[in-house]
């Protein structure tokens, strides 16, 4: 399941109060889409690690009533929290595969009968939970079959390069990362378990190393940052492209004269001018980079002229509504636009 195809799902399920457990590789996003779900939905967000809980605090703490010889059950951190919620409530769980069988165990009858020793949650209180899978050396022993079955879907998050550079855009991640993991696509999402002390090239290592570029470091001590970042051949890759994404052509002098600046026949080049006239583009400015769009179709690089153009409309919706844009849609690049989503 896509990202976006993950934050529909919880769309529906946390109105609806219906619990989700999320699977997947480390890093990659389980945990921020969760919390961007409770956003969008207004909900309040009520994190739990199991990993590091103890069954108590699911169940309450045991408290002794010595007038009637008998003892409780008292609410206290999360648990206290949930009950209290007087509006929409996410609790979510996160890495619960790492929690002990007993945790795991507490948690059983608020999935299900959501209530646990005499405390009802809230009917607005939904649970979304998160683990990473077995075989990603995370310390994940597996989740108990009844608490798997508590919830109404067990569903595995994946990488899209397509969603992750649409979020890198706004995100403010610097161009020459995102054309690189466009050249290089299997390079988003490549974890690998392993007992050593590395990385692996995943989206959160990823946005570890454009914090990384950002800090204007030594060029030796970034090559070995940027390697314990994301591991010693995904570092050495990105950095050989970014010191070709330094070489290219200025992208000024393409914005000043569209019609005469060289077109590149390399596919890591193209992916660089591309991706850094995206970044580029407004309103006044995409009459000029929807010229040299035009160019890059008649000169054999439609797909490029095509992701140049869906990069323009990320960047500025307005765009969609440019004397300019409009030409260039009903033009020959017309059906690759239409293909490639540019509009949507």
Request: glycine fraction near 8%; charge should be neutral; aromatic fraction near 6%.
């Amino acid at each position: 399941m896509k990202p976006s195809q993950l934050s529909e799902l919880l769309s529906r399920t946390i109105p609806a109060g219906l619990p989700v457990l999320v699977t997947g590789a480390p890093g990659i996003g389980k945990s921020d889409i969760v919390a961007q779900a409770a956003q969008t939905a207004g909900a309040d967000l009520i994190l739990s690690h199991p990993a590091v809980a103890d069954p108590t605090d699911a169940k309450g703490f045991p408290w002794p009533d010595a007038q009637n010889g008998t003892a409780t059950f008292l609410p206290f951190g999360e648990l206290a929290r949930a009950l209290a919620a007087t509006s929409r409530t996410v609790w979510f769980l996160d890495d619960l595969g790492q929690a002990p069988a007993a945790v795991q165990a507490s948690y059983m009858q608020l999935l299900l009968a959501r209530r646990v020793n005499g405390h009802v949650l809230p009917d607005h209180v939904t649970f979304v939970a998160a683990t990473n899978r077995r075989t990603d050396r995370a310390g994940v022993s597996g989740i108990l079959e009844p608490v798997k079955s508590r919830f109404v879907s067990i569903v595995e998050l994946e990488a899209d390069l397509d969603e992750w550079c649409q979020w890198a855009f706004g995100a403010g991640i610097p161009s020459e990362l995102v054309a690189f993991l466009r050249f290089r696509p299997e390079l988003l999402s490549q974890f690998k378990a392993s007992a050593d002390l590395t990385n692996s090239p995943v989206p959160r290592t990823w946005s570890h190393v454009a914090q990384l570029l950002a800090l204007s470091l030594p060029p030796a001590v970034e090559n070995h940052a940027v390697a314990g970042a994301v591991g010693e051949g995904a570092a050495a890759e990105f950095l050989a492209f970014r010191r070709l994404f330094q070489e290219l052509p200025s992208i000024d002098g393409i914005l000043i004269d569209p019609d005469a600046s060289d077109i590149p026949t390399k596919p890591a080049t193209l992916y660089a001018v591309t991706t850094a006239l995206g970044v580029r583009a407004t309103v006044q400015t995409f009459g000029r980079i929807g010229r040299y769009a035009v160019r890059l179709m008649d000169g054999g690089h439609g797909e490029f002229a095509a992701l140049l153009l869906r990069d323009c409309v990320r960047r500025e919706k307005k765009i969609l509504q440019t004397p300019e844009f409009i030409r260039i849609a009903s033009g020959p690049l017309g059906s690759l636009i239409s293909g490639s989503g540019v509009a949507s």
